[in-house]
């Protein structure tokens, strides 16, 4: 299976199953297009056709001939031979075993505060509260979590837990006695915290940036872009803007961490379809590591993005990476767009690529009175409770279901291009629009397809530098 597509003046074939990329001429893309669905006799008599009319004269150095052809034919062939073109699919009988497959716990999402101080018009969380009712996690519930996490991760090294929310420097307190009290579990049990912190910023200190930038590897920063944006959506409780409150202190602490291990990370709705402008002003505000999401919401919700709102959200796409390749990295200013990042060398093992983020295996939620969910986005349903840092997970059945949640158990992944980039997608965002995990949010797919079409271009151009 081949995708091609064209992007940026290059025209690119990727294949699917190899993960090989090639930019090829007008001919060969041409030819391509019809190889497996027409005869090479038929695919000559065509291609001669058409290079012969007047609007392609000039396109090459001599005319389009049957030997031209046959030389692309060769190339084409070649190519199939070396494995890096119109390769088998050798992964669909790997997932037949995804059920009795042995996972290990991994990551944990830590919802520190079930309470908020903003009040986002978006939040899935419902300003912190997650269908429940306002909390903030002890430090016994936390300390259990961690146990729970390090009994259940095998021989693995490296941990992940996110400290999360609400808003978790709402119990930063307990923050601090939860990293203390990981850093000598890691001793006692040979294992390695990363730990993450996910803030709207109102709290931010000195104390807290002092402290993140010793213990958290990672820091994400919520902010939607320009000023009149992020204050239409993320107000304070009493309505008004955290814009000003926020930015100083995310500029503070990005510069403080040498503009690494963090992210700013905003989400863009049917209000702001010309979210290229929030990223290049985040850049223009000096941060070089910048996330901006397409916000996920029922579609009676005014912010919600629409059908049409599709192909204005994807030509945005294109002039961010227009902008990045041409005018950002011509004048010094270089910023990483979270979704433009792709490996094509090596990337995620086969599993990840099939089933994605372990949500329900590998990655749970864990709620301020202790409860695990397969992730925070299903915090709050009691249908995924999957059990609590006492009794660990005793709901396998729903377990279960995660485990053979992969792409191949996706109807509409089956024959998708960029299934081994998006793993399947979201497994909350299939459920909330289908009532199925793996179901598909159509939208979610097509802005995700041309994120990858985008990424895999400005891979192509840095190798063509390179080459030149």
Known sequence: MIHQYKSNGYNIVLDVNSGSVHVVDDLVYDILALYETETKEAIVKKMLEKYQQPIYAGLYEEPISESLIQE??????????????????????????FKSRKTVVKALCLHIAHDCNLGCKYCFAEEGEYKGRRALMSYEVGKKALDFLIANSGTRRNLEVDFFGGEPTMNFEVVKQLVAYGREQEKLHDKNFRFTLTTNGLLLNDEIMEFANKEMSNVVLSLDGRKEVNDKMRPTRNGKGSYDIIVPKFQKL???????????????????????????????????????????APPEEGY??????????????????????????????CFNFFH?????????????????????????????????YPCHQFVGNEDFLLGNVDDGITNTEVQNQFKLCNVYAKESCKDCFARFYCSGGCAANAFNFTGDINGAYEIGCELQKKRIECAIMLKVEEAMEKNE
């Open 304 to 333: 919600a993005l629409t059908e049409e709102d599709v192909a204005v959200v994807c030509s945005q796409y294109d002039k961010l990476a227009q902008e990045m390749i041409y005018r950002r990295k011509k004048d010094g200013k």
């Open 340 to 372: 433009f990042m792709i490996d094509l060398t090596g990337g995620p093992c086969v599993a990840k690529r099939l089933s994605g983020c372990g949500s329900g295996t590998e990655y749970l939620a864990v709620t301020p009175w202790g409860d695990l």
């Open 72 to 97: 692309a034919f060769e190339e084409i062939e070649q190519l199939k031979e070396e494995g890096t073109l119109f390769t088998e699919d050798t992964y669909r009988d790997y997932v037949f075993d």
């Open 254 to 296: 990005a510069d403080s961490r040498n503009q690494t291990n963090y992210y700013v990370r905003g989400t863009f709705t049917h209000y702001n379809t010309d979210f290229s402008e929030d990223v290049l002003h985040m850049a223009d505000l000096g941060f070089e590591q910048i996330s901006v999401e397409p916000v996920v």
